[in-house]
């Protein structure tokens, strides 16, 4: 399973921005745990946060949470990354994740190839 990420751009802070993430040819994208990560330059990974298969549950990094949400529209085979009051700090590639056990970092073995967000200042 790919997950595709579109969205990024290069804004400026304080502005929004939302990222999607779809998987093109799956069936059964309702079966999907779907989560967030991003890299800066010279940077680990850092893990965002994720959406259960149902949507029921949602988890957030320390670093975004009240700032950014995750949701999902499955109707469309779509998760959603909304990012509001953007900081410099945020620029990153964003990548896509998805996996069939958890929510958590560990969970996911499977990233798509990610959307360069900027944020100036």
């Known amino acids: 399973v790919s997950p595709v990420e579109s969205g990024g751009g290069l804004v400026q802070a304080g502005a929004s921005l939302r990222l999607s993430c779809t998987l093109p040819?799956?069936?059964?994208?309702?079966?999907?745990?779907m989560g967030w990560s991003r890299q800066a330059p010279g940077k680990e990974r850092e893990f965002l946060g994720a959406i259960s298969w149902s949507g029921g549950r949602t988890y957030y990094g320390d670093s975004v949470r009240g700032r950014f949400t995750i949701s999902r529209s499955d109707d469309k085979n779509t998760v959603y990354l909304q990012m509001n009051s953007l900081k410099p700090e945020d620029t990153a590639v964003y990548y896509c994740?998805?996996?069939?056990?958890?929510?958590?970092?560990?969970?996911?073995?499977?990233w798509g190839q990610g959307t360069q967000v900027t944020v100036s200042s």
């Open positions: 040819a799956e069936r059964s994208f309702s079966n999907w745990n």
């Open positions: 994740g998805v996996n069939p056990y958890g929510m958590q970092s560990k969970d996911f073995g499977s």
